[in-house]
């Protein structure tokens, strides 16, 4: 079974590459391979309209400066006189072993020639219907009627008195032109495809060394996605393809560490419901069943317990809450206009008589003595805040049996410090401690979201929220506002 999945994997994979490599040339080799042949085609065509075009220029040049010295000198004397001059002309023409001489009568017979053989023929040609028709040069690019063989020639006609007696053609083989033509397409053709061949091998090494990685990096992506968290991509590149897998190597490495966060979470909060809701079971069936009317001293210390675990699952249950609005985007503020001084001395005061209880001395000091001006804020999330600092002070920090708490106006801001005489925050956990979940190292009872739940709440009011370790010992809280302008 597992290995018919992984063959159904592997066939997967295989049709996604080749999908990958067959995208790759319909966008990439096609359009270049098509360039390419709209190049050859234009230079060829551009090769055989040069050559063709030059070797008909010349020959029309050539045939009609014989036809005017003909028409000139040797028309006018009769057709005997005509006669023997084309013969001459025809056996003293230069260029007879490349260009055939002919002189055509007005029926279109050829009556001189260079080549003997044509004497006599009809060749029947467009130029020579022109020329004997229409009383003007033509030239003829096609296939001779007796030889088959491809010709270019230039027909201009004979005139006497005005009157057209015969025509005058040059003819010549187009066998070596055509063999010109064909090397330049030839040669052409050869470097359009050494250019494709190397367009398709650049491309081939191109596509290797991207869809191979990338169907790496798509696996071990799928594999983190199916729950494989913390799980690593070899990096062996050092362009964006090594950026992708350093980005998807700390992406994995931070879902790693948020679902374990939320296992411990999880195991946390369940553990720290389940000890108050013991306590509190406990007490309550204890006073339920004993009564304890005989011992009030320990009726009192069961209530107390009750209480107090009430208070801290109610502080719990509320932390959960925020957290959740934080998720989802519900946690807002009502703003109004805040004594932020008040609001602290009110938390203080709910905590000093709590804190003394457990031999924890919580120490107040106050600005220089003038009113601090109002801030724009929410007056029950800011002593949300004030009270789960001090909590968490003492949960921390209690071993120092020491806090002290103080508001300054300093510049535009308002700042309360919070800090405790414990053993602080070890230096590695500091960025960490306002994540929510994280609890590092310590064993104190809580939930892990307290301080991330302070920190968004001091953050919507525009102000900071930090936490380090102060001189001489404990940790420090430091919490700015910015004053109501």
């Keep these: ?63 009609q400066a014989l036809a005017n010295s003909f028409n000139e000198y040797f028309m006018d004397n009769g057709f005997s006189s005509y006669y023997q001059k084309a013969v001459q002309s025809a056996e003293s023409f230069e260029d007879k072993n ?27 040609t467009d130029d020579i219907l022109q020329a004997l028709q229409e009383n003007r040069m033509a030239p003829y690019h096609g296939r001779d009627l007796e030889t088959e063989e491809e010709i270019l020639a230039v027909s201009c006609p004979l005139t006497v008195n005005g009157r057209v007696v015969g025509a005058m053609r040059l003819v010549t083989s187009l066998r070596e032109v055509d063999r010109q033509v064909m090397i330049a397409v030839l040669a052409i053709f050869l470097i359009a495809l050494l250019c494709m061949l190397l367009v398709v091998f650049s491309n081939l090494l191109f596509i290797n ?18 729950g494989s968290y913390g799980a690593r991509i070899e990096n062996k590149y050092s362009d964006e393809l090594g950026e992708l897998v350093d980005n998807i190597n700390d992406m994995s490495l931070k879902i790693s560490q948020n679902e374990k966060m939320k296992s411990e979470f999880i195991s946390s909060v369940s553990h720290e419901l389940r000890t108050p809701l013991t306590a509190i079971n406990g007490w309550g069936e204890t006073i339920l069943d004993d009564g304890l009317t005989d011992d009030p001293e320990q009726l009192r210390r069961g209530i107390r317990v009750i209480v107090n675990e009430s208070r801290r699952l109610s502080t719990m249950v509320e932390e959960l809450l925020d957290f959740s609005k934080m998720e989802d985007g519900r946690f807002t503020l009502q703003i109004e206009d805040v004594d932020l001084q008040a609001e602290l001395e009110d938390a203080i005061f709910t905590y000093q008589e709590l804190f003394r209880q457990d031999g924890i001395a919580l120490e107040y000091h106050p600005g220089d003595g003038d009113l601090l001006p109002p801030i724009r ?15 968490n002070a003492a949960k921390h920090g209690g071993a120092g049996r020491r806090i002290t708490a103080s508001i300054h106006q300093e510049g535009s801001h308002q700042v309360v410090r919070i800090r405790d005489y414990g053993p602080g925050i070890p230096e590695e956990e500091l960025p960490f401690v306002k994540q929510k979940f994280y609890k590092g190292t310590s ?41 109501r302008a």
């Excluded at 066939?11 to 042949?37: C, E, H, M």
Aim: hydrophobic letters at 45%.
């Design 1 to 63: 079974m597992e290995e018919r999945v992984m063959e159904k994997e592997q066939r997967w994979k295989s049709l996604r590459l080749r999908g990958l490599r067959q995208r790759w040339i319909f966008n990439s080799i096609l359009p270049i391979g098509a360039l390419l042949v709209l190049v050859v085609a234009l230079f060829s065509a551009g090769v055989s309209n040069y050559y063709y075009g030059t070797m008909q220029k010349g020959l029309e040049t050539r045939a």
């Design 98 to 124: 490349l260009i055939e001489l002919q002189f055509i009568g007005s029926s279109g017979r050829i009556q001189v020639s260079t080549s003997g053989l044509t004497a006599g023929s009809f060749p029947g």
């Design 209 to 226: 060394n991207v869809v191979e990685p990338v169907a790496v990096v798509s696996e071990a992506a799928k594999r983190i996605s199916a």
């Design 377 to 391: 804020g929410d007056s029950e999330r800011l002593k949300q805040v004030f009270c789960n600092v001090l909590d």
């Design 443 to 483: 064993r104190a009872r809580g939930s892990g979201i307290g301080l991330a739940v302070c920190d968004e709440i001091v953050g919507l009011h525009g102000g900071t929220f930090s936490i380090g370790n102060a001189d001489g010992g404990g940790a420090v809280v430091t919490i700015k506002l910015p004053v």
